[in-house]
Nanobody, 126 residues
Framework: QVQVEESGGGLVQAGDSVMLSCVVS?????????MGWFRQVPGKEREEREC???????????YYTDYVKGRFTISRDNANNTVYLQKDNLKTEGKAVYYC???????????????WGRGTQVNVSS
């Protein structure tokens, strides 16, 4: 049984930083899967989750959507089955539920992610 658990969200101020964490259990070959962070913004619950950042199995290749480039950093610790999203210079537009996904392969669409966490809410106030 696979479990994906995000943590680190909460109420923060614009301009602040936050670190999101995602721990995966039940995948003995965690180091063979790509990982991704996606978000669901308020009022868009019926739409597909937006890709924020992805990282390949070894951690040496990353992808960032344009609106977070230069501010966010995705990383992983395969020894502990964990992926992180360091978020700097937060903006009010970044208010969303952030989800962690386990990818069948690297990609920016939800279709290639086979396991999901329940999400962690990040509220950015001005």
């Amino acid at each position: 049984q696979v479990q994906v658990e995000e943590s680190g969200g909460g109420l923060v101020q614009a301009g602040d930083s936050v670190m999101l964490s995602c721990v995966v259990s039940g995948r003995r070959t965690f180091d063979k899967y790509a990982m991704g962070w996606f978000r669901q913004v308020p009022g868009k619950e019926r739409e597909e989750r937006e890709c924020v950042a992805t990282i390949n199995y070894s951690g040496d290749t990353t992808y960032y959507t344009d609106y977070v480039k230069g501010r966010f950093t995705i990383s992983r610790d395969n020894a502990n089955n964990t992926v992180y999203l360091q978020k700097d210079n937060l903006k009010t537009e970044g208010k969303a539920v952030y989800y962690c996904g386990v990818g069948s392969f690297g990609g920016t669409t939800t279709a290639v992610y086979i396991d999901w966490g329940r999400g962690t809410q990040v509220n950015v106030s001005s």
